[in-house]
């Protein structure tokens, strides 16, 4: 029986020349309605022929993994990275060959990658919790089938984040 860890989730852009491997399970499955995420929603869809990195509600899927958990495991020469703002470390990777948005990278800060649900294709862990749904766009209900929380600061959020952070540390 594989351990836990063993487990491996591919990510594919639409087109199948970029691929991402996630090994074991993501620190947290979350849906993003911050200001930054939707424009860069925004600005993948204007690309051609890209598929939206946007859920039904306007919010941004993401499964977050330890960056020692996920590697571009093909095509990573047809990675590109853009910022919304030139100063911010954050890059979103798109791959060229289909304009397809695979993951977030929030540079040296943050242990982790956000990698965009819609590129996995089948069964994911169910989603956890909403963040930053203040800035939901106009006129949106959010369901209350998990927690919908108006920023970052959530209890099991952080906790999720720091507890994946120290086996990290420890090189687990």
Not at 31 to 45: H, P, Y
Not at 80 to 108: I, W, Y
Not at 109 to 123: K, T
Not at 157 to 168: E, G, R, S, V, Y
Request: net charge positive.
């Amino acid at each position: 029986m594989p351990e836990k860890n063993d487990v491996i989730r591919t990510a594919t852009c639409a087109c199948g020349q970029v691929e991402l491997e996630g090994r074991g399970p993501p620190i947290i499955h979350v849906e993003c309605f911050c200001d930054d995420c939707q424009e860069g929603g925004r600005r993948i869809e204007a690309l051609p022929n890209a598929p939206s990195p946007r859920g039904p509600l306007g919010g941004t899927d993401f499964l977050l993994y330890r960056k020692d958990r996920l590697r571009v495991s093909r095509g990573e020469s047809l990675l590109s990275g853009f910022k919304l703002k030139d100063a911010s470390e954050t890059r979103r990777l798109v791959a060229t060959c289909c304009n397809s948005g695979m993951f977030m990278d929030m540079g040296s800060g943050p242990h982790w990658y956000s990698v965009y649900r819609n590129r996995f294709p089948g069964e994911v862990p169910p989603l956890e919790l909403r963040t930053c749904t203040r800035y939901k766009p106009a006129g949106v209900q959010l369901p209350n089938d998990v927690p919908n929380h108006s920023s970052f600061l959530s209890v099991r959020f952080m906790t999720k984040l720091f507890l994946a952070w120290i086996p990290m540390l420890l090189k687990r």
